[in-house]
């Protein structure tokens, strides 16, 4: 009884320790360009409203970054490169405190990195020759200059007064509401009225309704048992990105411990209540984590006694295999034995 109470224990601090890590990785869904004199600006957050440049203290971290950078001897990249500066901190207020926070590296300019609107408007995504990519939890910076000492601009009246222009010209023309989507925009501040330019994103995926199916196999109290699983549920889209899964599912498990010729298809019967999130911030490198809980709707031998409760976590390894470390409790978890299953969707 104490080796499945240290097994439940450990089942129970993996979900937590999981979730929690999964909890610093934010989905940055808004991505607004700004276009300078002598710069562009990329701000990549949760909300382009609450996280415009102007608020963001980018004069206080470019500048003790510009101090850094002044100790270190840089050599100029070629016409075709530029160098890449990037700083990364889990504090969204701490700032660059010396040259190992630093990685430096040549990087190739992409000719094809243009971005042309309808009017005729091209914008350059690789410019200038140094690239300063500042990332913290919910929000990522990419600044490029020619210099690093175009960095002081961001201590200037000329750059809190154009950035809050593009702010008022940005919300006014997307409005300041809920967006289900994420905005993807280019900001032209070089003259005095700042103009925008909306740009559509390369994904627009939609809440929907999700039917799905699969077999499984895993072990439950020492014994090899299989399942077939049936899903309903509904997506739900945050942003551009599936980020919750609301479902029913259906599980009828075999275990195998009564078979024989006249009785061999003694099926088990789960019906759970789940819940999962994904907690990327990348439509392209998905991290699904899950919670269900199930009860024993039809009990056909043995194996499970009556009113038998089941917990289980799903971590989703990809679109077709899924790893479930499970508990499985009756008369009010008076009796707790452990499992773990394997799930493949059709």
């Known amino acids: 009884m104490k080796t499945i109470k240290t097994i439940a224990i450990v089942i129970i601090l993996t979900i937590i320790s999981q979730s929690a890590n999964a909890v610093s990785d934010i989905f940055k869904g808004d991505t607004i360009r700004y276009k300078f004199d002598k710069m562009l600006v990329e701000v990549a957050s949760t909300n382009f409203i609450a996280n415009s440049p102007e608020k963001l203290q980018l004069a206080e971290k470019t500048g003790q970054l510009q101090k850094i950078l002044d100790q270190l001897a840089i050599v100029s990249p070629a016409e075709d490169e530029y160098v890449l500066i990037e700083y990364k901190s889990t504090n969204d207020n701490q700032y660059v405190e010396n040259t190992r926070d630093l990685s430096l590296k040549n990087q190739k300019k992409n000719t094809k990195q243009l971005v042309i609107f309808g009017d005729g408007t091209i914008f350059e995504k690789d410019f200038g020759k140094y690239c300063l990519h500042l990332i913290y939890r919910e929000i990522e910076f990419k600044i490029f200059v020619d210099q690093p000492s175009d960095l002081s601009y961001f201590s200037s009246e000329a750059f809190k007064q154009k ?26 501040l070089r003259d005095d009225e700042a103009k925008v330019f909306i740009q559509e994103p390369a994904y627009k995926p939609m809440d929907m309704l999700i039917l799905s199916g699969g ?9 090899f048992v299989s399942d077939f699983n049936f899903r309903l549920g509904l997506g739900f889209v945050n942003r551009g990105m599936m980020k919750n899964i609301y479902s029913i599912d259906w599980s009828m498990m075999y275990d195998f411990s009564n078979s024989s010729d006249d009785n061999y298809f003694d099926l088990n019967h789960f019906v759970s209540l789940g819940w999962e999130h994904n907690f990327s911030n ?28 089941r917990l289980s976590m799903n971590k989703k390894i990809n679109n077709t295999f899924s790893v479930k470390p499970e508990l499985y409790f009756n008369d009010f978890f008076k009796n707790i034995y452990p499992g773990i299953r394997v799930s493949v969707a059709f």
């Open 163 to 188: 950035s809050k222009s593009g702010t008022v010209a940005l919300g006014d023309k997307i409005g300041k509401g809920y967006r289900k989507n994420p905005v993807q925009a280019w900001v032209d």
């Open 215 to 223: 077999i499984g196999a895993g072990w439950v109290k020492n014994t």
């Open 282 to 309: 990348s439509p392209l490198d998905e991290k699904w984590y899950g919670l269900s809980f199930g009860y024993l709707v039809s009990r056909n031998n043995d194996f499970f006694k009556e009113n038998t409760f």
